[in-house]
Every structure is written in C-alpha cells, then in structure tokens.
C-alpha cells in the first residue's frame, strides 16, 4: 500500500508542477504582451524552474530578455532551446537575431542556414533570406545579396520586403530599371512601404527624373516617414 501511495504522491506532485508550470507561462505570456518585461521576466524565470525541460519556457523568456534590451541574457535562453528542440525553426531566427546584434554574424548566419536546410520553403524561409540578404548588403556583397533576394522571390513571390529589398540591391548595383521593377512589384504587394518609394525617388533623382522623384518622396512621406523631409526641402521646394 505504501507503493501504491506513493506512486499516487509522485503523479499528483508531478501534475500540480505542470499546472504552476503553466500557470507561469500564462502569466508572463500576459506581461509580455503589455510590454511588462519585469513581471514577465519573474513569470518565466518560475517556469524554467519548475520545467526547466520544457524548450518554450526558455525561447518565451529569451524573447522577453530580447525586448528589455538583455541580449546577453536572450542568448543563453536560446541557447537553452536549441539544445533542447534542436529543430525549432523560432529559435534559432531569435537566436540569430541576437547573434547578428552582438556582431557574431557568422554564427547568426550558420543558424540561418540551418534554418534553410530543414526548412527550405515557408516563412522561417523567407526570414531566414530576408536576413542574409541584409547581411550581405551590409558587406556590400550586392552579388550575395541579390542571390539571396532572388530564392526568397522564387519560393514566395507573394513577398514584398523580397522584392523591396532586391530593388534597393540592384539600385546599388546601379541596374536602375530593374530595380525600379522590382520596387513597383513591392508597392503593388505592399502599397505601405515607405522605403520603396524612397529608393524609387533616389533612382529618380539619378534619372534626372525630378518630377517623378519629388513625388515618391511626398508618398514616403504621407505613409508616416519623416526622414524625407529635409530631401523634399532641399530637392522639391
């Protein structure tokens, strides 16, 4: 009898601590969406330590430390994570964010890559080219980039950022009406990307198309983007 009870003792001791467990993750769930990093962070930190096990409780904390600013704090998270669900695609994106942030790109890539390679198609996909893409403009590897841009662009032609983001590659490339093309195809994906009419008006401008420029840059502007001001000023007034 003293077997049966304390088996019995075991499975209701277990199930209450995956009941606090998932009270916490609630709980921090809920701070986090009000941006209450503080009780989030006192939520999750309970839950890793009643299910340390459980990948979710450290990706949702990381998260949380993401958005207070701890990226040293969001990488051990993650780190956590990974190890535990090696093959959580929303991981290793965070992580790699966090990576790029604290300038380890070539970690941050090697995650996105292994992103691509279980997941080659869908949006852990695109997130993960969207990244690369932006690494590699960021090298000024305009080459890579638009390499990047164009397997986003062949798995999701629905994806305006992908269009968007090869437009502003080739434009560097200075491959002026391809990238004019490329950005008209975003805007009709995405009528509220500001960006691409900003690097339309600077293709304008090389164009000697003042007209045309002067009023993309007006758009930008009418969609919230305050930047412009000073290039409308000085280029269209």
């Known amino acids: ?17 995956a009941q606090s467990a998932d009270s916490d993750m609630l709980a921090g769930m809920s701070a ?16 890793v330590s009643v299910d340390p096990n459980n990948s979710k409780t450290w990706y949702y904390r990381g998260v949380n430390r993401l958005g207070k600013g701890d ?6 998270d993650f780190d956590r994570a990974v190890t535990l669900t090696p093959d959580d695609v929303h991981s290793l994106l965070r992580r790699a964010e966090v990576r790029a942030r604290l300038g380890a790109e070539q970690s941050a890539t090697a995650d996105l890559q292994r992103i691509l390679g279980m997941r080659p198609t869908g949006p852990a996909a695109e997130h993960a080219l969207l990244h690369l893409g932006h690494f590699a403009m960021i090298r000024n590897d305009l080459v890579a980039a638009k390499s990047h841009y164009d397997q986003l662009i ?28 490329d950005l008209e195809r975003a805007l009709e ?25 002067c009023a993309a840059l007006h758009l930008a502007h009418d969609l919230g983007d305050k930047s412009v001001e000073e290039m409308i000023l000085i280029n269209c007034e």
């Open 1 to 17: 009898m003293r077997t049966i009870s304390a088996s019995l003792l075991f499975a209701a001791t277990t199930s209450l601590c």
């Open 32 to 47: 986090l969406r009000k941006d209450d990093h503080a009780t989030a962070e006192q939520a999750f930190t309970r839950a």
């Open 71 to 76: 990226l040293t704090g969001a990488l051990q």
């Open 154 to 181: 062949q798995i999701a032609p629905y994806n305006a950022f992908g269009w968007c983001d090869r437009g502003i590659a080739l434009a560097a490339m200075h491959q002026d009406e391809d990238a004019l093309a």
């Open 189 to 213: 994906l995405d009528p509220t990307l500001d960006q691409a009419h900003v690097q339309m008006a600077t293709i304008y401008f090389r164009m000697d198309r003042r007209q045309d420029a």
